[in-house]
């Protein structure tokens, strides 16, 4: 490479530094070395880059490169989900815009062949952003969740569960998004709060004694009502037990039954019960032994044999039941009402719980394993404080329902005999069953697909290539680490524990890090009527950047969201800020707290770092002057500064060891700062420039200390490299190509921790003496260039004498020590009392003259002020009539004014006589 260009560049310094790792980072399939492996959690092949993907992915490169500057066998497992709903809904929304076409008017071989263009069109798109950020993966071993050897997981795993009967088919209340028509887990629901109606309806008594009231949000669920519900112990209904009641909607007498799920407290404290479409109403009636109705098609209209609601869409059933309702009386109010609502994360339609068959995973057969791999840390869950809510969430089970009404994903490999549906076959290998071949008629292929989920939770056996037993499983499983934002603990983690038990009966991770989830701030404007008005993305941007928003806007830490506008663009900020400041900004907010703020000052934080470093190396290059091979380090010929340097080196290393391995990412980032800022520029750097320029020292000590700083300067760019990968390997190209031997990439060099020490306690107590010197001469305003001389009046030495380094003293406090047996009296400046000794700081002969021309300005103000009380108090007739209180007071004034004008003379006379001694 060429010299290091005057500015930093990002941008050209990414280009220039990629193409230099190409290949690099290909793990061995056997090797002496200790493996550190790692699976990428698959992004969705439909996704871009977002933030959350940045802060993952960041710290998994982090992990990833640091392992293997320490020398194990390290791989990173890329790949991509394919996103079953996610990228059905997309493909199905590109054929409607393009071709006007839905998926339904061709045929199923015909929609995939679009699908799978459309994967292999942007899977490259957030892979190829991933590599952007530096992520040092191993590519050559890059997955797919439909790829050949995922689609052999994922048919043998289902073959596994369902010859166990761990696998089974039946009833279920499920989410149920009626535009793309199929079931959706929990975490594809996203909720917010919608402002709708409360009806209330009044139902007679079958036995005429009277009446009983059930509030609802969803009066279209009538026409599936079973029952109504009270609590057994509610005053109000005690006798209302063992009745009936009428119900007009679908003129059928229905039970009033006893549960205690019901609040009394809430609405009418009486509850309709409606099984098929409601998950408690659901869990009531199997309570109960009360069927369960359905009154929806797939696609969201009311089912035949309802009369004139048959067909209708479900909110045009609402309107018209509430309708008849109303004109028989049977409604009593209407009122407005929020509540949340559940809506599909990708085509926005309103969930709509509904009763279908489905195929489920018994998780409750392993409930007790799945608590045991946590509780005796056969997998430890970073941070602890995430294990009682995952064993929490183990101890409330549900069976996982894994079917979904689509046409992109792995097909469910079962048949169903048409003459009896309860007999299936289910066959994972080449063509048709046997059975299937011989009488073709007679069998049904189950036209669902497996949950997206089934696939994510074998990625790890999937990516070593299970079911086969191949080199890499051999060698790279179980992974080191997961990492992973705590919201898929449930969804995800716990998933994938369950398949790596049933499937090896032993965890996938050997541990699993739960960082927190990115909030970002949200602006907005409150209008006279309270509405809320979320400020544009350049307001916020301007807003970001202030101390304090304007008057009258307001902010809070939210989680990103497109519609209040707090979104930030990882790609955006790469390209304002280059990769390695978003990288460190990201890693340096990375503790263990569920929440991670991101302000936008930070990423401008993160670039004064990285111009830092850059800075600073370009400084320190030129003096490495012809050196072609690494010098030898003659630990006897070493100075104080050097020795300081390399056992801060050492012990910033042992730092970050710890720290990474106790993943406190944030604190290992600000230590990696705080050693390269503040110790080896603001110290180490400065301390050295009087040898480097031979000002002091003779050319032992030259040529010492330019050993001490090439090989600090490529120690401290293999520290900083896993955090800051592009500016630390350019810096290092440059070096290698002035000394030979050295390593072709910095990314896989191999580092070990310094074991040399040296005792700079000393040291450490002179830089105290710096720091409180440095406050002196700011307190006294000395300009930062004028050299001032310190006394130093008595040295008491216990062992530990900072003394010891009265040349970096000097150096860094631009200063000259000199000791006395005394100081004199007049002497005007400032003393500093230290255990070891007194120091003197004189105020220097310039500023001396200048302080006495500022005091006798002040004297002569202050006389002024005098004169005038003293003419005041000496006229007779103020005197006279002034108050006794106004007279004493004016009296003290001109004494304090007095004492003050005395005490500026003495102080003045003290600056004639300092400034005579300096003159002599």
Known sequence: MEELPKTFDPKANEERVTPLWKGAFTAEETSLKPPFS?????????????????????????????????????????????????????????????????????????????????????????????????????????????????????????????????????????????????????????????????????????????????????????????????????????????????????????????????????????????PGHDPNDYACAKRLGLEALNMMTPNGHVVEGHGIYSGLKMAEARDLIVQKMEQSGHLIKIEKHTHRVGISYRSKAVIEPFLSKQWFVNMRAYKDRLKEIVENK?????????????????????????????????????????????????????GLPSEVEKNPSRWRKDPDVLDTWFSSALWPLSCTGWPQKTQDFKTFYPTSVLVTGHDILFFWVARMLLMAEFAEEAPPFKQVFLHGLIYAKSYWRQDADGRIHYASKEERSAFELMEKPPKGVHFKWEKMSKSK????????????????????????????????????????????????????????????????????????????????????????????????????????????????????????????????????????????????????????????????????????????????????????????????????????????????IRNVRAEMQIPLGAEIEIRVLRQKTDGTDPLDAKDVIETLTKSSLHFDEEFKGTEFGTKLIFNEAILFIPLPKDLLFKECIRIEKQMESLQKKIDGLKTRLENPEFVSKAPAVLLENTNQQYRDLFNEMVALKTQHDRLLIANSDQNR
């Open 38 to 274: 790692i699976v990428i959690p698959p992004p969705n092949v439909t996704g871009q880059l977002h933030m959350g993907h940045a802060l993952d992915g960041s710290i998994q490169d982090l992990l990833i490169r640091y392992h293997r500057m320490r020398g194990y066998n390290v791989v990173w497992y890329p790949g991509t989900d394919h996103a079953g709903i996610a990228t059905q809904t997309v493909v199905e929304r590109m054929l409607l815009t393009t071709h006007q076409k839905r998926r339904t008017d061709m045929t199923k071989e015909e929609f995939l062949a679009y699908a799978l263009k459309w994967k292999d069109d942007y899977e490259e798109r957030i892979l190829s952003q991933f590599k952007r950020i530096g992520a040092s993966c191993d590519w050559s071993r890059q997955r797919f969740t439909l790829d050949s050897v995922c689609s052999k997981a994922v048919s043998t795993m289902f073959k596994k569960l369902y010859d166990k009967k761990l696998i089974y088919r039946g009833l279920y209340l499920v989410n149920w998004d009626p535009i793309t028509e199929t079931a959706l887990a929990d975490d594809e629901v996203e909720y917010e709060e919608q402002e709708g109606r409360l009806y209330t309806f009044q139902f007679s008594l079958s036995d005429g004694s009277g009446f009983i009231r059930v509030a609802t949000t969803r009066p279209e669920t009538m026409l599936a009502d079973v029952a109504i519900a009270i609590h057994p112990k509610d005053p109000k209904y005690l006798g209302y037990h063992n009745k009936t009641f009428y119900h007009p909607a679908r003129n059928v007498h229905l039970p009033i039954v006893l549960d205690h799920f019901v609040d009394p407290d809430f609405g009418t404290g009486a509850v309709k019960i409606t």
């Open 378 to 430: 056969e997998v430890e869950i970073i941070p602890q404080e995430w294990v009682k809510t995952y064993l929490h969430w183990i101890d409330n089970l549900q069976d996982w329902c894994i079917s979904r009404q689509l046409w992109w994903g792995h097909s469910i490999p079962i048949w169903y005999d048409t003459e009896n549906e309860d007999h299936t076959i289910c066959y994972i290998g080449e």
């Open 565 to 772: 506008g707090n979104v930030i663009n990882p790609v955006e900020m790469i390209e304002t800020y280059g990769v390695d400041a978003v990288r460190f900004t990201l890693l340096s907010l990375v503790s263990h707290a569920r929440q991670i703020d991101l302000d936008l000052r930070r990423f401008e934080e993160g670039r004064n770092f990285i111009n830092k470093i850059w800075n600073a190396f370009r400084f320190t290059l030129p003096h490495l002057g012809d050196l072609t091979h690494l010098p030898k380090l003659e630990q006897h010929f070493l100075g104080d500064a050097n020795q300081w340097i390399l056992a801060k080196l050492s012990e910033t290393s042992k730092e970050i060891e710890s720290l990474i391995g106790r993943y406190f990412i944030n604190e290992a980032s600000m230590r990696v700062y705080r050693f390269f800022w503040d110790e080896f520029c603001a110290v180490y750097l400065e301390a050295i420039k009087p040898v480097l320029f031979k000002k002091k020292g003779d050319e032992k000590d030259f040529e010492q200390t330019r050993a001490v700083l090439i090989h600090v300067l490529i120690e401290s760019l293999a520290l900083m490299h896993p955090f800051i990968p592009f500016v630390t390997e350019e810096i290092y190209q440059t070096i290698k190509d002035k000394i030979e031997g050295l390593d072709p990439l910095l990314a896989t060099r191999q580092v070990g921790l310094t074991s040399k020490s040296y005792d700079v306690a000393y040291f450490d107590l002179a830089l105290e003496w710096v720091q409180k």
